[in-house]
């Protein structure tokens, strides 16, 4: 038996940053953990030079000029988008926070209690919405084969 949950990012954006797709493969880290925690190398979630695309997007509509290595505003974005998921109006991560480790970016988070005990089992299924009307599938039955 499948069930279904909503996956959304609650509150208002100028811009939407995660993906289904990272989204996804937030999913699958939670999925394959052992515990709650999980520390997360940014780079394993952004696809290859999506932090340097959104330094640029935000730098155009703040505009502002910042140096293209200093991505912090770009991970800190991301990181409040993660910490607003919610799946069935519950917040997906308890705790969602960054820290530098030899030059590079790492989400730590907590899964909250809720969230974790939905992905651990099996047969679940996640839909992404979006613009409140709209759907988006996001398959992710690998997760549970």
């Known amino acids: 038996m499948i ?6 990012i609650t509150g208002e ?5 995660l993906s289904p797709e990272m989204i996804a493969l937030l999913i699958k880290r939670v999925r ?10 940014a780079k394993e979630i952004l696809p290859e030079g999506y932090a340097e695309y959104l330094n640029r997007v935000l730098a155009t509509n703040l505009g502002t000029r910042r140096p293209d290595t200093d991505l912090q505003e770009v991970y800190q974005l ?7 998921l919610s799946v069935n109006q519950q917040e997906c991560f308890s705790r969602v926070d960054l820290f ?5 970016t790492h989400f ?10 939905l992905v651990k089992q099996g047969g679940a299924s996640f ?3 979006y613009n409140d009307s709209d759907e988006r599938q996001i398959k992710l039955t690998l997760l549970y084969q």
């Open 3 to 8: 069930k279904e949950y909503k996956i959304q």
């Open 78 to 84: 991301i990181a409040k988008q993660i910490k607003k």
């Open 32 to 41: 394959n953990s052992d515990t709650k925690e999980l520390i997360i190398p």
């Open 127 to 129: 839909t992404y919405i």
């Open 108 to 117: 730590n988070l907590s899964a909250s209690e809720t969230f974790f005990i």
């Open 100 to 104: 530098e480790h030899q030059y590079k």
């Open 13 to 17: 954006y100028n811009i939407l940053v």
